[in-house]
Structures are given as structure tokens and as C-alpha cells.
């Protein structure tokens, strides 16, 4: 059964969905896209990512192709539309079609909005019941990782670096110090109980699920500490995680052929995700 997809103002067969060979998304990388988990039909922190979506947008000066209210009507039809229970809402913003320049096209050009859907099991996922391996790998980005840019190339080279290594998803470190994922933000559990993650900045994305999931643990009592931590700390670590909009919060057992603990999903892990799938669940619209 075919998807119906959104291009710019069309709800369209994805046979159909098209957008022009001049497109700057498609030519220059020149765009930010955010993705939306669906659980039960319902958008899961929808106002968070349109609130990373409108700042992507503004680092970038790019210009809004709709608003907040009409954002979440395309999500919702879509959703309806593809009768999507669990999965994602993929939403991509372009600076638009313009003859190819590295230059900015002229005030007023319109930008291109995409929407699709994807099936995508969130809930139960065998990476959860086992855990993830990790392998490390340079962080060979460009300096602007807050700003949600379709420039994925890397990060999906890293993501086949790790998978060529035997592990699920790779860590990225520069400097000596890990970032985050490679389309996820990373995190340790130290042997007393304090969860360590990289502090917000130009250096990573600032997710959604993470700032859920430290909010959700300062509320649970437990110990947030923000800062940088390094490859050799991560793998004396009691315990190990990532969090994203599909992944939740994942364990990881391995980091570059070391255990992580006792090398199975750790208790503080657990205890986050049972936490952030609750409140998803309350407060998905």
C-alpha cells in the first residue's frame, strides 16, 4: 500500500511526491528537518520539536514555511491518512528552488515543506531487551551540530564505520571527548548513580528526548551532571545510554569491544525509559 506524502501544500501518492532538481535541499544541503515519534495514532513532544524546528530555521535565516497550527494539522492528516499507529512523521524544511548559487536567493523565495510518514516499531525493539555495542569514531563534523541540518553524510558514514566493526551505531569524539551519536545524544551512569552528558552547545544537538529524559530523572531524584566525558570514562562506566525521538532511551552494553558493567541493560536505564515511555504516552496529542 502506497504512503500519501506532503509536498508543498499537496497530499500526494509517493509515486508522485516530487520536488524540482534546483531545490537547494537537494543541491546544497541547504535545509533542517525534524522527526516526530507517533504512538497511538498521537504526536509525541510535538510542541519541542516545532520549537527546535522554528530555531534551526532562525540560525539559519530561513524562512517558515507554515505555522505551529498548520504544522500539526499536516501532521495529524498524515497520520490519519496512513492510518500510522506507531512510528514516525518526517518533516523537511528547504530554502527552496533557485538557480544553483552558493549565494542566498532572493528575499521572499519561497521554502519547500516536506512530510512523510514511516512504520517504525518504538515501543518494543530487540536493541532494548539486549542493548546496543558502540564503536568510536572522530568526530569529523562541521562546528554548527545545534542547528537540525539534513547534512547527514557523516553521521550516516560513521553509522556504517560501526556496522562494518560488528556494532549497532557509533559515538563520535573530538578533542579527546565524546560528542554524541551518530543520531543520538550519549550518555553514562557512573558507579554512583550520576548521569553524565554532554553540556548543550555548538558541539551537539540539543534533543528533545534528552531534555525529557534529564528532567524526568532530576524528578526521580537522580543526579544530572552535564559536561564532556571521555572515551576511557564511558567504558568504566556502570552503566551506559542513548536517547533520540525513535530510540527513547536505549542501553549500550559495549563500547568498542568493552563491557559496560555487567554487559546487560542496567537498572538506571530501565528505570528512564519506563518513566519517559509513560509520560509520552499522558502527554501525546
Known sequence: MSRTVYVNGDFVPEAEAKVSVFDRGFLMADGVYEVTT?????????????????????????AAPAGEA??????????EM????????????????????????????????????????????????????????????WSRRDIKTVQLLYPSMAKMEARA????????????LVTEGSSNNAYIVTHDGRIVTRHLGHAILHGITRKAVLGFAVEAGLVVEERAFS???????KEAFITSASAFVTPVVEIDGVRIGEGIPGETVRRLRTIYIAESLATAI
Open 165 to 176: 566493526k560488528g556494532c549497532d551505531d557509533a559515538w563520535m569524539v573530538e578533542d579527546g
Open 70 to 79: 498548520e504544522l500539526l494539522a499536516i501532521h495529524r492528516r498524515l497520520v
Open 82 to 141: 496512513n492510518g500510522l499507529d506507531e512510528g514516525l512523521v518526517y518533516l523537511q524544511v528547504t530554502r527552496g528552488v533557485a538557480d544553483r548559487d552558493f549565494a542566498f536567493p532572493a528575499a521572499g523565495t519561497p521554502p519547500s515543506l516536506v512530510l512523510f510518514t514511516q512504520k517504525l516499531a518504538v515501543l518494543e525493539r530487540e536493541t532494548v531487551r539486549r542493548g546496543i555495542r558502540i564503536a568510536l569514531v572522530p568526530d569529523l563534523r
Open 231 to 237: 572515551p576511557d570514562e564511558a567504558k568504566a562506566a
Open 38 to 62: 507517533v504512538i497511538g495514532g498521537k504526536l509525541v513532544a510535538f510542541a519541542g520539536h516545532m520549537a527546535r524546528l522554528a530555531r534551526s530555521l532562525a540560525e539559519l535565516a530561513m
